[in-house]
């Protein structure tokens, strides 16, 4: 099995996802030609979604206890209401 292409890096897919909205916004795309770019900018919108899910789970809080800084595990919904 061979990969098709690297995964492009968060800044690289965004800057795809731009060029993307920009060309479906300007209105002179081809139908045909408009739904690949829709597609292709939705793989990408997901891909930067799951890029940031990464980088949640790997966020440390930084959280102060007697006088120094102890680096604590990003738990989302810690310190919410129950």
């Keep these: 099995m061979t990969t098709q292409e690297a995964t492009p890096?968060?800044?690289q897919a965004m800057d795809q996802l731009?060029?993307?909205?920009?060309q479906l916004e300007s209105g002179d795309v081809p139908l045909e030609k408009a739904i690949e770019l829709f597609q292709e900018g939705m793989r990408l919108s997901q891909l930067c979604g799951q890029?940031?899910?990464q980088v949640e789970r790997k966020i440390e809080i930084l959280v102060e206890q007697e006088g120094g800084m102890v680096k604590?595990?990003?738990?989302?919904?810690?310190?919410e209401a129950r």
């Design 18 to 22: 731009e060029r993307i909205v920009a």
């Design 72 to 79: 604590k595990p990003f738990s989302p919904g810690e310190g």
């Design 51 to 53: 890029k940031l899910e």
């Design 9 to 11: 890096s968060f800044e």
